[in-house]
């Protein structure tokens, strides 16, 4: 079974930075897509980025330039480091592990909270 933990969501200002990290355990390979979603209050959940090995990531548009993710294989980690963050990115992040063919390999964390406010 494969379990998903969110870290390093909080409250930021605008204008500041964090960085998410998840760390999968169980037996992710390097083939899944790992991927960032967020969902914010009275919103559907949207994808901000995702990442397979050996692919560019892609990014919702919002968050081109400002938010980077990452991932290490061998610590089974991905990130997502958030700068210049802005009021509208306050949503619950949640990381997801999909794998390309077996769709019933797909995978959630618990979610944690990003909060922009002044």
């Known amino acids: 079974q494969v379990q998903l933990v969110e870290s390093g969501g909080g409250l930021v200002q605008p204008g500041g930075s964090l960085r998410l990290s998840c760390a999968a355990s169980?037996?992710?390979?390097?083939?899944?897509?790992m991927g960032w979603y967020r969902q914010a209050p009275g919103k559907q959940r949207e994808l901000v980025a995702a990442i397979t090995s050996g692919d560019s990531p892609n990014y919702v548009d919002s968050v081109k330039g400002r938010f980077t993710i990452s991932r290490d294989n061998a610590k089974n980690t991905v990130y997502l480091q958030m700068n210049s963050l802005k009021f509208e990115d306050t949503a619950v992040y949640y990381c997801n592990a999909a794998h390309p063919w077996m769709v019933a390999k797909n995978y959630w964390g618990q979610g944690t909270q990003v909060t922009v406010a002044s």
């Open positions: 169980g037996s992710i390979s390097s083939l899944y897509r």
